[in-house]
């Protein structure tokens, strides 16, 4: 919902921060102070308290906040909490840093990137939600540290003090094997993403800058969801009723979604997931304003269910037509939004809707997590496979002596210690759908746009989670269908999931060998893994499917850097 950037050099001046680098993150509002030892900058996207109270910096007397994110039921804590009523959820946090009273706060539904400054001891105390929807990048040497909400706007900062930030090929690397970064890696040499759930403080007088969870312990630690020794506020496991369990916290989740000043949209394929949760707020007499769906002809589509859904409950449909698109130009423009090669081709979706949907408001809901919730993958039918760490590409398959260095993950694994803590779902929920969650704030972000989960609700994540490793709820979407059926019995569920669809594989065979920016591009990828990777194509290699989709990512991110 919003973007900051601080900046901090030792025996040296800094520069004011362009007003123009996060607007996209926050066009609402942006202000700047400058403390000597540091700087700070914050963009605001107005959702919640649109007057000017909860613009930020937020300070008061030697303590300034920036902070992206929502704590939905920020009034509720207030006065549970400090016998105290609170106009935002930024004036509530504040209170509670103040306070050094943060743990109380932690794991309250919303999620948040914040940095905690304090003028006079020259230090900050930062932290980010445990599922890691807001992101916190940063990049520290002997003399310059900054941190903000996108990687790409370090290296801007950067440049300015005589640091030319490279393109990390490692990075580049690990994406066309595994279609995704981990431990903490960026596509930057030396900038660094911040584990979820982790703090970070830093000490300018010491020059010191310490993280508070390193990614080896974020993934082999007990899942958040899963730890026991805290007072959680789950509406209870009843184990006697666990489907009307699910369903309370389920219509709170929505409840707590719908906490804006603003219109609230929805994102409706048809499927299960996002069906509920335009049936919850219909009965929980909210209202959306409107129903975005996404169609194409290379495949059916879900689009006359959508219709039928948005009749039915009374909401405006818009349908996102992707045969009228140009692939290549969201292909670029999603790249520059998500600084970096993209994980999934859903991504081009998600451009695609929140761009429409910013011009009628600035929240979209989703069904974002519901398939690491309730299990609702394909595959999570065999307890053996799992989303996570899996290998998209074997470099070996396509290319001519590949040398790798040492393998992180390889080592993570060793003598299963990974899986003490983790089953393989959890290991899911922090790594694939932490790609996703990355995914979403870098594109909605890009069009000025906040996107709100009501499945990756904490209280709802927890319970759930209790009640399907005690066996009184079943693991599979068929408790989420019979909510439905309850509600609406002329649901049909579709054999097959479709969802968003992109038809980026039919467009590339129809394109590949025609068009001739398309092939710059590939030659551009291949070029790289030549000179850089000394990575030699092999003979005969059909570039299609799974390694068209790399190549062309990894040259539209090539050429996008050197512009």
């Given at each position: ?6 900046v ?5 001046n800094?520069f004011?921060i ?11 509002h ?9 700087r ?6 107005s ?9 930020q910096?937020y ?14 039921n920020?009034r509720?804590?207030?006065e ?18 103040k ?8 794991y ?5 990137s914040?940095?905690?400054i ?8 930062g ?7 807001k992101p916190m ?7 310059l540290?900054?941190?903000?909400s996108e990687?790409?706007?370090?290296k801007?900062v ?5 640091k030319?930030?490279l393109?990390?090929?490692s990075?580049?690397?690990h ?10 890696k960026t ?6 993403e911040l ?5 970070l403080?830093f ?5 010191k800058?310490k993280?508070g ?8 630690s ?12 789950t509406?209870?496991?009843?184990i ?5 369990v699910?369903?309370?916290?389920l219509?709170?989740a ?8 603003v ?9 299960v997931?996002?069906?509920l949760?335009?049936l919850?707020a219909?009965?929980?007499d909210k209202f959306f304003?409107r ?7 290379s495949r059916?589509s ?7 859904l ?5 909401i ?8 009228s698109?140009?692939?290549l130009?969201?292909l ?8 970096g090669p993209?994980s ?19 929240v979209?809901?989703t ?6 919730l ?6 999570h039918k065999?307890e053996n496979?799992t989303?996570?760490?899996i290998q998209?590409n ?10 790798s260095?040492?393998n992180?993950i ?5 003598g299963?210690?990974?899986l003490?803590?983790n089953n393989?779902r959890d ?11 990355r ?10 746009m906040e ?10 994540f ?5 009640l ?11 408790s989420l ?15 097959e ?9 039919e467009?590339?065979?129809?394109h590949?060998?025609l068009?001739q920016?398309?092939?710059a591009?590939?030659?551009r990828?291949?070029?790289f893994f030549?000179?850089e ?8 290699v059909e ?17 996008l850097q050197?512009?």
């Amino acid at each position: 919902m919003c973007g900051y950037l601080f900046v901090s050099g030792r025996n040296k001046n800094t520069f004011e921060i362009d007003q123009h680098l996060l607007k996209h993150r926050g066009p609402d509002h942006s202000e700047e102070v400058n403390l000597n030892w540091c700087r700070s900058r914050h963009w605001r996207l107005s959702i919640q308290d649109l007057t000017t109270h909860s613009n930020q910096p937020y300070s008061k007397q030697d303590n300034f906040l920036v902070y992206n994110g929502e704590l939905y039921n920020f009034r509720e804590i207030g006065e549970s909490l400090y016998s105290r009523s609170f106009q935002s959820d930024t004036q509530l946090l504040f209170h509670s840093l103040k306070q050094d009273d943060f743990e109380s706060i932690r794991y309250e539904s919303g999620f948040y990137s914040f940095l905690f400054i304090d003028r006079l001891k020259r230090k900050f105390f930062g932290a980010r939600d445990h599922f890691g929807k807001k992101p916190m990048y940063f990049f520290h040497d002997n003399d310059l540290l900054i941190v903000a909400s996108e990687d790409s706007a370090i290296k801007t900062v950067a440049k300015q003090y005589g640091k030319n930030l490279l393109i990390n090929n490692s990075a580049i690397e690990h994406y066309f094997e595994y279609k995704d970064l981990h431990f903490g890696k960026t596509f930057l040499e030396g900038v660094r993403e911040l584990a979820p759930g982790s703090t970070l403080e830093f000490d300018f007088d010491n020059w010191k800058l310490k993280e508070g969870t390193s990614w080896k312990e974020y993934y082999l630690s007990t899942p958040f969801y899963k730890k026991k020794n805290r007072d959680t506020h789950t509406l209870g496991n009843n184990i006697e009723n666990p489907l009307s369990v699910l369903k309370t916290n389920l219509f709170n989740a929505v409840e707590k979604r719908f906490l804006a000043d603003v219109t609230v949209q929805i994102a409706l394929s048809g499927g299960v997931d996002s069906t509920l949760l335009a049936l919850i707020a219909k009965f929980n007499d909210k209202f959306f304003s409107r129903a975005l769906t996404v169609s194409s002809s290379s495949r059916p589509s879900e689009l006359n269910k959508s219709k039928f859904l948005c009749d039915s409950f009374s909401i405006e449909q818009f349908v996102v037509d992707f045969d009228s698109l140009d692939i290549l130009e969201l292909l670029e423009e999603s790249i520059l939004a998500q600084g970096g090669p993209l994980s999934h081709p859903h991504a081009l979706a998600i451009y695609a809707l929140t761009k429409e949907a910013a011009k009628n408001g600035k929240v979209l809901i989703t069904g974002e997590g519901a398939d690491e919730l309730m299990y609702g993958y394909e595959h999570h039918k065999n307890e053996n496979t799992t989303f996570a760490f899996i290998q998209h590409n074997d470099p070996k398959e396509f290319f001519e002596k590949t040398e790798s260095g040492t393998n992180e993950i390889d080592d993570i694994f060793s003598g299963d210690n990974i899986l003490k803590n983790n089953n393989l779902r959890d290991l899911e929920v922090k790594t694939h759908l932490l790609s996703l969650l990355r995914r979403n704030d870098r594109i909605s972000m890009r069009n000025s746009m906040e996107l709100r989960s009501s499945y990756l609700d904490f209280m709802l994540f927890k319970t759930v989670t209790d009640l399907q490793e005690s066996g009184s709820l079943g693991k599979g979407k068929e408790s989420l269908v019979k909510i439905i059926k309850k509600f609406f019995d002329q649901y049909e569920v579709d054999k097959e999931k479709i969802g968003f669809y992109v038809p980026f594989d039919e467009w590339f065979n129809k394109h590949k060998g025609l068009n001739q920016t398309l092939e710059a591009i590939i030659k551009r990828a291949l070029g790289f893994f030549r000179d850089e990777l000394k990575w030699k194509l092999k003979e005969g290699v059909e570039i299609e499917n799974k390694l068209a989709w790399a190549l062309v990512n990894i040259g539209i991110f090539l050429d996008l850097q050197e512009r």
